[in-house]
DNA sequence: GCGGCCTTTCAAACCGGTTTAGGTTCGCGT
DNA sequence: ACGCGAACCTAAACCGGTTTGAAAGGCCGC
């Protein structure tokens, strides 16, 4: 038993192949009857079509790819990842496309997108973690491979763009806080180079008047150590906005250690919402995203590219909500 | 510009497109002196094979697939999934596979299975999060598609499975809260029809003497909502052993909101090692898993059962580790 | 009754590889 | 001088679709 062809369905239908393809691809110049016969023939051999031979013919990989570039342990903590691609699942699956992950060392993220471009397995990537002065936009033009990226505002791209806009949710952090009658507001951040760590350091350092900056690297361990470097420092921060809950939950561990009661003597926010966030004590304030929406976004902008290869512009999403829980109060906490 | 082929090698080298094929494929019977000729040709126009070519005349996909079924925000706290694909993309790359990922909603989880198999997209599939009398092998039988497993020790399963045994994990967290005076020791678990979540009720169950046990989801949400019941109940347990991080972490911030110290008068243990785990106060006393390595090996069976077709036998992974931290110690702790 | 046009269909080429059947060339034994 | 096998290579078929150029048939007007 072996998968039908489209030869089986046009010896049953009693036409030729040309005939068959035409048909199942919609095309006119066909009369109706002959049509009638030959979709009967394909439903009644439950025919589908390769891929594979598709593939080959018209030169389409009928998939798009993923490079990811960081490492498993922090993929892992990261809530962005799986939603962002669910959410570019939603948009292929719906148009029969499909995803392929490439999970590479940091240092081979180029040979990543090299080969996916070079075996032709993929039509279009995603760039995602977009870094200042990012290399991979220029290797992308060079390989002529359409690309579609998660940017920040004010970055040129000549590829459309899903702007996220992550300065909304930082400033409405940092203005509840001073609502508060926080003034001294440190900022815990992720690497500078990446351009959401940067845009949100950026956020914070406009809206807060006075405060220390830390620069980390978006873990548990790196937050940890940043916060361990503020509640030692001279003048310490009545307020911490953290660039991720991941950060931040380590944060607020690490002032407990020091006996410093969160949010009594010290206001903590985050940056995500990850599911942990509203279940850790005392509940974290932070900033909701979704990424979810972005890869939807995303994926149906990359299509557009490579199917129509007009589509450009960039694709707004709606700004990131400040979600306010137990980890914020106002300043003058009881010393204990 | 268009990409050379194995028509332009086989020119510039002056032999045929089959010498050309030959080569390439290491197969004996070509001259040495042709054979560099082919060779330095093929280097000198920058020919890589095209994928798409090659899959249709072997019929292969030269890719392997993985659905998921989960809810895109489980998905996102669960650090099981990236750190198993990270494993997997490891073999796959080194073997010139790729990784087609399939996300899908939990009611068309078969539909998925099918989509992949029906299109000929992928060679072969992972099944993940077996569940009790699961129907997807069945499914993948008839399909006739190659499948690995990720299974639990005792669950016949006609395919190759890599063999997580959670037991050990789990007794040793029980026998270690055993050590430190605890004799009512809780469970919560993860949804029954889970193998995963089964197994490591089984083995809480078998060690432990005498405790409540209450199922949950594996959810931040579910871990508070269970561990709220267990306090408020009658006899409180003094230790709680979590079937992962994620509702433990929750459940340590729904004792401290009820008043209850934690490890003073109420140990945790967690499962998984999140990154988070050792960042939260207390820091999580928990088991290590390694996912990381269950992707490589999961991969390599997959891969060597499809190529070879005889690779039987399940594979066999170091078991799960207790790492002990602050969130466990001796019973007696004063009531505050 | 014939040329012209439109509709419908077909046969064949093509995509870029792999694989098979067969053809040369050569050296060797007799 | 001839037959024979080994070593090397080629031509062509094939995988399963899409696309093109042309042919066949029907209908029209004149």
Same mark, same amino acid.
């Given at each position: 038993?072996?998968?039908?062809?489209?030869?089986?369905?046009?010896?049953?239908?009693?036409?030729?192949?040309?005939?068959?393809?035409?048909?199942?691809?919609?095309?006119?110049?066909?009369?109706?009857?002959?049509?009638?016969?030959?979709?009967?023939?394909?439903? *009644?051999?439950?025919?589908? #079509? %390769?891929?594979?031979?598709?593939? @080959?013919?018209?030169? +389409?990989?009928?998939? $798009?790819?993923? !490079?990811?570039?960081?490492?498993?342990?922090?993929?892992?903590?990261?809530?962005?990842?799986?939603?962002?691609?669910?959410?570019?699942?939603?948009?292929?699956?719906?148009?029969?496309?499909?995803?392929?992950?490439?999970?590479?060392?940091?240092?081979?993220?180029?040979?990543?997108?090299?080969?996916?471009?070079?075996?032709?397995?993929?039509?279009?990537?995603?760039?995602?973690?977009?870094?200042?002065?990012?290399?991979?936009?220029?290797?992308?033009?060079?390989?002529?491979?359409?690309?579609?990226?998660? *940017?920040?505002?004010?970055? #040129? %791209?000549?590829?459309?763009?899903? @702007?996220?806009?992550? +300065?909304?949710?930082? $400033?409405?952090? !940092?203005?509840?806080?001073?609502?508060?009658?926080?003034?001294?507001?440190?900022?815990?951040?992720?690497?500078?180079?990446?351009?959401?760590?940067?845009?949100?350091?950026?956020?914070?350092?406009?809206?807060?008047?006075?405060?220390?900056?830390?620069?980390?690297?978006?873990?548990?361990?790196?937050?940890?150590?940043?916060?361990?470097?503020?509640?030692?420092?001279?003048?310490?921060?009545?307020?911490?906005?953290?660039?991720?809950?991941?950060?931040?939950?380590?944060?607020?561990?690490?002032?407990?250690?020091?006996?410093?009661?969160? #949010?009594?003597?010290?206001?903590?926010?985050?940056?995500?919402?990850?599911?942990?966030?509203?279940?850790?004590?005392?509940?974290?304030?932070?900033?909701?995203?979704?990424?979810?929406?972005?890869?939807?976004?995303?994926?149906?902008?990359?299509?557009?590219?490579?199917?129509?290869?007009?589509?450009?512009?960039?694709?707004?999403?709606?700004?990131?909500?400040?979600?306010?829980?137990?980890?914020?109060?106002?300043?003058?906490?009881?010393?204990?």
């Amino acid at each position: 038993m072996t998968r039908p062809t489209i030869r089986d369905v046009a010896q049953a239908a009693g036409v030729s192949k040309g005939t068959v393809s035409f048909v199942l691809n919609g095309r006119p110049g066909v009369a109706e009857d002959t049509k009638r016969r030959i979709l009967a023939a394909a439903e *009644a051999l439950g025919w589908t #079509p %390769s891929h594979q031979a598709r593939a @080959l013919s018209v030169s +389409r990989a009928f998939a $798009v790819g993923l !490079v990811l570039a960081r490492e498993p342990e922090l993929l892992g903590a990261d809530p962005f990842f799986p939603a962002f691609i669910a959410g570019v699942e939603r948009t292929l699956s719906d148009r029969g496309q499909s995803l392929v992950l490439q999970v590479v060392p940091e240092d081979e993220e180029e040979a990543g997108y090299r080969r996916l471009a070079g075996s032709k397995r993929v039509d279009g990537v995603f760039v995602l973690d977009l870094r200042v002065g990012d290399t991979r936009i220029a290797l992308l033009e060079e390989l002529a491979m359409p690309a579609v990226t998660i *940017a920040r505002p004010d970055v #040129p %791209s000549s590829f459309p763009a899903v @702007l996220v806009d992550d +300065r909304p949710g930082i $400033v409405a952090a !940092v203005r509840h806080l001073q609502e508060l009658g926080h003034r001294r507001i440190a900022h815990v951040g992720g690497p500078a180079h990446f351009l959401h760590a940067a845009i949100r350091k950026d956020a914070w350092e406009r809206t807060t008047e006075d405060g220390p900056y830390v620069e980390a690297d978006f873990s548990a361990a790196g937050g940890a150590q940043a916060t361990r470097a503020l509640l030692e420092s001279g003048q310490r921060p009545t307020a911490i906005v953290y660039a991720n809950d991941l950060m931040a939950i380590a944060g607020m561990a690490v002032a407990q250690e020091y006996g410093i009661a969160v #949010p009594a003597q010290l206001s903590v926010t985050g940056f995500d919402n990850t599911e942990l966030a509203g279940y850790v004590s005392p509940p974290l304030t932070t900033v909701r995203t979704d990424p979810y929406l972005w890869g939807r976004e995303a994926a149906q902008a990359l299509l557009d590219l490579i199917e129509g290869g007009d589509r450009h512009g960039d694709i707004p999403v709606p700004p990131a909500q400040l979600v306010v829980r137990g980890s914020t109060a106002p300043t003058g906490g009881t010393e204990r």
